[in-house]
Nanobody, 120 residues
Framework: QVQLVESGGGLVRPGGSLTLSCAAD????????MAWYRQAPGKQRELVAT???????DFADSVKGRFTISLDNAEKTGYLQMRSLKPVDTDVYYC??????????????WGQGTQVTVSP
């Protein structure tokens, strides 16, 4: 009944910006926390950023100062805003969320992934 749907990936030039979205489809009570990961072929998934519903955030050193994570529970959507993008940011990006349903049942869900390519 509940799933995460990612969008916003695409091709951008170095130095450019891109915003990824992660929307909860279905009736839920709240998104309690969200994390963004990225993964290149043949490599382990890397934690990029996290946020909880109190607004506390954390970032990987490689993206600190360039990326912003946010959570809008009125829209049931989380965002990863990326700026000053570099070719090394090229990866498939995944969102992961802890969600509570209307009866406070818990879900740990992953988005389907969205490709970000940074190239001249």
């Amino acid at each position: 009944q509940v799933q995460l749907v990612e969008s916003g990936g695409g091709l951008v030039r170095p130095g450019g910006s891109l915003t990824l979205s992660c929307a909860a489809d279905g009736s839920i009570f709240t998104i309690a926390a969200m994390a963004w990961y990225r993964q290149a072929p043949g490599k382990q998934r890397e934690l990029v950023a996290t946020i909880n519903n109190s607004g506390s955030t954390d970032f990987a050193d490689s993206v600190k100062g360039r990326f912003t994570i946010s959570l809008d529970n009125a829209e049931k959507t989380g965002y990863l805003q990326m700026r000053s993008l570099k070719p090394v940011d090229t990866d498939v990006y995944y969102c992961n969320s802890k969600i509570y349903g209307l009866r406070l049942e818990g879900y740990d869900l992953w988005g389907q992934g969205t490709q970000v390519t940074v190239s001249p």
